[in-house]
């Protein structure tokens, strides 16, 4: 290329018209890695990496978006995340790229100190949480979702059995859109609360006795957990909408039971 050809203008395909006519819902980047901070209700701040989805609504006229903005947006934005500034990163995102609507996805590992019941020894717990930011017609939408692991201990068991009942670790996935900040250790409580047994990461033999003899005393069938966490976020004015999922892995089949409540959310998009 001579000293001439070098100065002449780029053309942007992707900003060139398309006669299709035919809008598309989301395009963006998928699964891209970024540190993040996260704040925790002790105050502390945890590090850890994040995968992110970012997405726009094209236009049926434009032929395509500019894909490196949305890696420019990431790495301008401040490292410590929360809420707030999820939602400004959204906004930031739809502006740039000359969009109605937008979508970010930020998953991540969150882990939680927790002390045995009785012995009182430390260690960590792990939870999966995704930060969900949206703007749909013009309304903005945050929905923050925690998969919690739970132990479940099965009332009909306990019924029909001389001795024993069988119990399983459950998984507990809520998703919440909330109108105000909430911890992600609040949601998680929730789930503990409501389940048969909590999990920890490290039990000695006097914790042990404790959480199953707790188990027993407090059998719930998969639908009993549901509800019971349904009802507890109902009662909070923070929560615009839910789906609250649980899914039990049974000890005693080869398969799992699994309940699921929605409300004011799409269960299919939580």
Same mark, same amino acid.
């Given at each position: 290329? *001579? ?6 203008? !780029? ?7 398309? $006669? ?5 819902? =989301?395009?963006? !980047? ?15 701040? #945890? ?17 395509? $978006?500019?894909?490196? =903005? ?14 707030? $500034? ?5 906004? @930031? ?6 969009? #109605?609507?937008?979508?970010? @996805? ?25 930060? &969900? ?23 009909? /068991?306990?019924?029909? /059995? ?10 507990? $996935? ?19 609360? #409501?389940? /048969? /047994? ?19 005393? *407090?059998?719930?069938?998969? %639908?009993?957990?549901?509800?019971? +966490?349904?009802?507890?976020? *109902? ?7 839910? &789906?609250? %999922? ?5 000890? +005693?089949? *080869? ?5 699921? +409540? ?9």
């Amino acid at each position: 290329m *001579n000293q001439r050809d070098s100065k002449l203008p !780029i053309p942007d395909v992707q900003s060139s018209p398309d $006669t299709r006519r035919l809008a598309i819902d =989301r395009v963006g !980047i998928k699964s891209i890695r970024h540190p993040a901070r996260i704040q925790e209700r002790n105050g502390g701040v #945890q590090h850890t990496i994040a995968h992110f989805n970012m997405y726009v609504g094209l236009p049926h006229q434009f032929k395509g $978006t500019h894909m490196s =903005r949305f890696v420019e947006i990431l790495n301008a934005h401040e490292r410590e995340i929360s809420p707030d $500034t999820f939602r400004t990163m959204v906004r @930031e995102m739809v502006a740039k790229l000359e969009a #109605q609507s937008g979508h970010i @996805e930020m998953a991540f590992p969150y882990f939680v100190s927790k002390k045995a019941p009785v012995s009182g020894v430390a260690s960590l717990m792990d939870y999966e949480v995704t930060f &969900v930011g949206e703007i749909v017609d013009g309304r903005e939408l945050f929905t923050l979702k925690v998969v919690v692991p739970v132990t479940s201990l099965c009332p009909c /068991s306990k019924e029909i /059995s001389d001795r024993g009942a069988h119990n399983q670790r459950s998984h507990v $996935t809520i998703a919440v859109r909330i109108r105000k900040f909430m911890w992600i250790e609040e949601i998680i409580d929730v789930a503990e609360n #409501q389940a /048969s /047994s909590q999990l920890y990461g490290l039990l000695k033999r006097p914790d042990e006795k404790f959480v199953t003899e707790g188990a027993y005393d *407090n059998p719930k069938f998969v %639908e009993d957990m549901v509800r019971d +966490i349904a009802a507890a976020l *109902n009662a909070d004015p923070r929560i615009e909408g839910y &789906v609250v %999922e649980s899914e039990n892995f049974e000890s +005693i089949h *080869n398969h799992s039971a699994y309940a699921m +409540i929605a409300k004011g959310m799409d269960a299919g998009k939580a």
